[in-house]
Every structure is written in structure tokens, then in C-alpha cells.
T-cell receptor, first 114, second 117 residues
Framework: AQTVTQSQPEMSVQEAETVTLSCTYD???????LFWYKQPPSRQMILVIR??????QNATENRFSVNFQKAAKSFSLKISDSQLGDAAMYFC???????????FGTGTRLKVLA | GAVVSQHPSRVICKSGTSVKIECRSL??????MFWYRQFPKQSLMLMAT?????????EQGVEKDKFLINHASLTLSTLTVTSAHPEDSSFYIC?????????????FGDGTRLSIL
């Protein structure tokens, strides 16, 4: 069975600085998708970024980028120029290509300090 | 686009009551929807996959008679917590896949906080 591990329960970053959130996963599959979701205090899950396993190029979305290391089964999220609105719980999620179901990590709470 | 609406956002009721939560895709059709449960400061745990026009698929350990799911249309899935007890208190979140775009990410509703007294 696949598992997703987020080893950092909480992280802090100074406004305008850069922070990296870690995510590792375990799978025997070669075709899958990885996601980072943000859950602000309003509790709605918002997609931050996604990565297809077959793509070698790391996904980027404005200030958000990932470091996808397939062999190491690592999928970290880098947030550049952190803003107060980035404060939230961040969840890493795995989805096998053969199913629609997500497996979520336990989350990392990001605090942004003014 | 791809807005998912959940109703109600919060419900407080007495033990023994049945509670219905609605999940609607507002601007797209969703053949497949998902129901999650989230305990405080914990991750989302998938409860069941809801398929339009057919029975839901429940995850191991989830009581199907306790958590009734109905997906009668392409834009609406409902979760009914039957005879709710305090241990059912939790945050319930639904998500949806756009029909025909199953490789796209799930779109989440904003959740329902259920408190059973």
C-alpha cells in the first residue's frame, strides 16, 4: 500500500523569505500523480500544484515550485517570497494513475511571520 | 470555475439525530465524488467514493449503514449520518472530479463541521 509522509508538523517562515516543505512517499508504482493542497483557516482545500510522475521537469506555479525526486520518492514544495496569506496547513497527496483516490500526508502547518 | 459547494457549513444536533450533508458541483458535472472525514489537526481520511447512479464504494472500516451516500444526479451527492453520536463529531469534506476529466485534480468543498451533543 502507498504511504505519504510529511515529517514536519509545523514550519515558520519570515515574510518575503523562502521555505521548503518536505514530503516523501512510498510506492511500487511507476505512474502516479502528486499534489500539494493548502487548507487555510477557512478549511477549504485549495490545489497549490501538481506533478505527473512521468514528467521529469519540476512543476512551478508562480511563487510555488516543487523538487520532484522520483528515485528518492521525494516531493518537496518551495514557497518563495512568502506572504501572510500563505499561512495554512499544507497537505501532500498521492494518487495512483489507476485510481481516483488520494492518499494524504499528515500535513504541515506553515506560519508566516510579519 | 470548478466550484464545489457543501451545505450546511456547520450543524449542531442532539445524539440520535440523522444529519444530511449536501455536496454540489455548481458549474460542472461530477460523475465521481468523494467524502472525507478530518479529525482536529489530522489529515483527511477517505470514507467513500460516490458514483452517480450506482452504489458508493466504502473504505475499509467505514460503516455503510451509518454513513449513507446517495449520488442521484451529476451535480449532487449527499452524505447522511444516521443516528449520530458524539463520536461522529468531525469535519466532513467532499470533493468532485469533473466528468470526462478524471486525470484532473479533485475539487473540494469547504467542509461541514458536525457537532453531536
Amino acid at each position: 500500500a502507498q504511504t505519504v509522509t510529511q515529517s514536519q508538523p509545523e514550519m515558520s517562515v519570515q515574510e518575503a523569505e523562502t521555505v521548503t516543505l518536505s514530503c516523501t512517499y512510498d510506492t511500487s508504482e511507476s505512474d502516479y500523480y502528486l499534489f500539494w493542497y493548502k487548507q487555510p483557516p477557512s478549511r477549504q482545500m485549495i490545489l497549490v500544484i501538481r506533478q505527473e510522475a512521468y514528467k521529469q521537469q519540476n512543476a512551478t506555479e508562480n511563487r510555488f515550485s516543487v523538487n520532484f525526486q522520483k528515485a528518492a520518492k521525494s516531493f518537496s514544495l518551495k514557497i518563495s517570497d512568502s506572504q501572510l496569506g500563505d499561512a495554512a496547513m499544507y497537505f501532500c497527496a498521492y494518487r495512483s494513475a489507476g485510481t481516483y483516490k488520494y492518499i494524504f500526508g499528515t500535513g504541515t502547518r506553515l506560519k508566516v511571520l510579519a | 470555475g470548478a466550484v464545489v459547494s457543501q451545505h450546511p457549513s456547520r450543524v449542531i444536533c442532539k445524539s440520535g439525530t440523522s444529519v444530511k450533508i449536501e455536496c454540489r458541483s455548481l458549474d460542472f458535472q461530477a460523475t465521481t465524488m468523494f467524502w472525507y472525514r478530518q479529525f482536529p489537526k489530522q489529515s483527511l481520511m477517505l470514507m467513500a467514493t460516490s458514483n452517480e447512479g450506482s452504489k458508493a464504494t466504502y473504505e475499509q472500516g467505514v460503516e455503510k449503514d451509518k454513513f449513507l451516500i446517495n449520488h442521484a444526479s451529476l451535480t449532487l451527492s449527499t452524505l447522511t449520518v444516521t443516528s449520530a453520536h458524539p463520536e461522529d463529531s468531525s469535519f466532513y469534506i467532499c470533493s468532485a472530479l469533473i466528468t470526462g476529466y478524471s486525470n484532473q485534480p479533485q475539487h473540494f468543498g469547504d467542509g461541514t463541521r458536525l457537532s453531536i451533543l
